[in-house]
């Protein structure tokens, strides 16, 4: 009984660790061509201004924040959503060119191209006879 005590007396309680603000992730579909990937990512309710796409390294990151109109003088009693904030990351492979992304929003879905660079794309071989 007294490891017990002994091991109490030496366990410190921390502080709870202060959350940030809850986020969604956003369902994203990928494809894959020869030329390059292509992510469409379903956040509705962000604006081009409230949407952040950058690559810093390998990394992809996507950040938007969603605004839910209310009509002047109603407030919401219940939401199926607690959280407003989209976030999601991918780490990008070293053939994609992420000086080339492109990027459009329209109707709550954000698509990214991100091309292959050019010695990593398929390259066809003429085979002569003779």
């Avoid at 199926?80 to 992304?101: C, H, N, P």
């Avoid at 990027?103 to 071989?125: D, F, N, Q, Y």
Wanted: hydrophobic share 35%; proline share 7%; glycine share 6%.
């Amino acid at each position: 009984m007294t490891e017990r005590t002994e091991l109490a007396k030496k366990t410190e309680i921390q502080p709870a660790v202060k959350q940030s603000e809850p986020v969604m992730r956003p369902a994203v579909d990928i494809f894959e061509d020869e030329g390059g990937i292509t992510l469409h990512a379903d956040m509705p309710g962000v604006s081009k201004d409230h949407l952040k796409v950058k690559v810093e390294g390998d990394t992809l990151s996507i950040e938007g924040d969603a605004e839910i109109p209310m009509p002047e003088g109603m407030e919401p009693l219940y939401a199926d959503i607690r959280a407003t904030r989209y976030q999601r990351s991918f780490t990008l492979g070293s053939e994609m060119d992420t000086e080339k992304v492109e990027a459009s929003l329209k109707h709550g879905v954000l698509t990214l191209r991100i091309p292959k660079r050019e010695e990593h794309k398929p390259k066809k071989i003429e085979v002569r006879v003779g």
